[in-house]
């Protein structure tokens, strides 16, 4: 079983910025991609970025792009989002997520959920 904690989330001012981190544990870390998905009040959960095994590919999802940089650190088992000029719309719980299969296509596209989910932490953002 795989066990994934997010923290970081808080209430910050358009145009700030914020590092969200997920904790793994459970399974050996590098063997699973790690994913950051969001979901605002009333909309679908979506897609913001993942990263591989080794941190060697990453994938955007278009509106994040530029503005959002996933990383992790094998040694530690954590997985960050460092998220730059914020914007309101950018207001979501974030949700940290681990697969062993890369199911993100190029473009951005899910092609099933992750296997493990976090229970995710709050991003405010306010103008």
């Known amino acids: 079983q795989v066990d994934l904690v997010e923290s970081g989330g808080e209430s910050v001012q358009a145009g700030g910025s914020l590092t969200l981190s997920c904790a793994f544990s459970?399974?050996?870390?590098?063997?699973?991609?790690m994913m950051w998905f969001r979901q605002a009040l009333d909309a679908a959960r979506e897609f913001v970025a993942v990263?591989?095994?080794?941190?060697?590919?990453?994938i955007y999802a278009d509106s994040v792009k530029g503005r959002f940089t996933i990383s992790r650190d094998n040694g530690k088992s954590t997985a960050d989002l460092q998220m730059n000029n914020l914007k309101v719309e950018d207001t979501a719980v974030y949700y940290c997520?681990?697969?062993?299969?890369?199911?993100?296509?190029?473009?951005?596209?899910?092609?099933?959920?992750?296997?493990?989910w976090g229970q995710g932490t709050q991003v405010t953002v306010s103008s």
């Open positions: 997520a681990a697969d062993k299969t890369l199911i993100i296509r190029p473009e951005g596209q899910l092609t099933r959920l992750p296997d493990f």
């Open positions: 990263i591989d095994g080794n941190g060697g590919k990453t």
């Open positions: 459970g399974r050996t870390f590098s063997r699973y991609n």
